[in-house]
Structure formats: C-alpha cells, structure tokens
C-alpha cells in the first residue's frame, strides 16, 4: 500500500509568505499572527484525539468567532502552507524530536519570556478551544504547563494554585535558548500523556544539523542544550482559567 508523501517543510520564502497572507485578512476577521499561529498548530496537535481541520483552521484566521474568509481570499493558498507547517510540528511531536518554535529575539526593553509570549499565547487559545489537554491527574501535565506558561504573568492566571506553585519555584531563565528549549520540553511532557509514543521511540532533544527556519528577523541560537529534567510538582492542577490573551505585539 502506498502512502502519501511527507510534506516538505516551510523554507524562508514561504514563512514569509504566510506571514503575508495572515497579515491580509480583512477585518472585522481576527487572525492569528505568525507566532501565535505556531503555537496554536502545539496546542491543536497536543489532543488525544486529532480534531478535524476543518474545526481549527477557521480559528486561525479569526481567533474568537472562526468567521468565515471573504470568497475573493486565497484560503487554498495559506491553508496549505498552514497543513505543511502541521505536518512538520506533528512528525516532530510524534518522534519527540527537535523542532524550532517561531519566535522573535526579545528587543531591549523585554526579557526572553515576553519574546515567546505571542506563542504561548497561541498555544493557551488552542488549550482554551480544546481543553481536554489539561483534563488528567498525571503531574506531567502540570510540569508541562508550568514550563508553557510562566510566560504570562500571574495575574493573568486564575484558579491555578499548584500551577502557581509549581512557576515560583523555578528559577527565571537566563536567555531565550533556556526559554526555547523550556517550551519543546514543555510540548514533549504534555504529549508524553496525551500522545504517548508508542511506534516510534523517542528520539534524544538535540541541535538539528542544518539551520532551522524562523520567521523574518529571527537570530538563530547559538546552542541547543539537552532537554533539561523537568521540575518536581507537588500536586496536579485542574485547567486554570485565563484570561483573554492578546493577539499579537502589535494589538492585533
């Protein structure tokens, strides 16, 4: 039997173009932003049951309402870099292998978690969206989150004591490869539950060969160290409730 070839990964150009393309959806439409979009794609591939595209695609180019897209708009067009990007985030979860979130160097008045956040964000809309993620006792859940979302401040998050407790013992990273590293590790432990590799033994965190591709104006890292042992929780934590988080650094 045959089986369909594995897409090809997103090069430069097309990064760039389906930053284009997010960046013309017509208002009143919401869309996500490049990072919020990668994170968004983690969250989705993250359930222990895939969910049909045709339920989350809506939601990337209109976050809250899924609003349909104008006829004259190329959705073919930006729903097929979106499926190529999907299938590279999902390979990559599956064999528990390296992948490079999209994420911006931090400027000089933010540290390395404001520069992830966009993509926490992204993350935490398809979690709200799809909640069955967090819907386990297994500490490894909490262990994950924790990694996740100590890029939003406390305040934004509520019902969420053992979380809490969990983020404060830890200490602040030192650079955006520590945060980088921080959110693959954080992807792994939460699919460690809910898509236990069963097939395909995990490979090792490492340093791909070749140089990952990143959104426009990304620096790449200097190193990629081993995946760090996640830190001990103390209970698990039901779902906490966020609030609204925000579209992307510019308001949208």
Known sequence: MSTAPTPMPLGPADVAELERLLDSVPAP?????????DGFLCGVLLQPRRIPPAQWLPHITDVDEARALPRSFPAQALHDLVARRFAELDRAIERRQWFDPWVLEPDDEGGPLDAVMPWVAGLATAIDLYPSVLQTSDERVLEGQALLYRAFDADDLEDAEALLAVMTEMEPPEDLDEVIEDLVTGVFLLADVTRPASEVP?????KPAAAPVAPPARKAPTSRPARPAPPAAKK???PPARKKAPRSPSGR
């Open 29 to 37: 439409l919401e869309p996500l932003d490049l990072m919020m979009l």
């Open 202 to 206: 995990p490979a090792p965190v490492v």
């Open 236 to 238: 698990s934590a039901p």
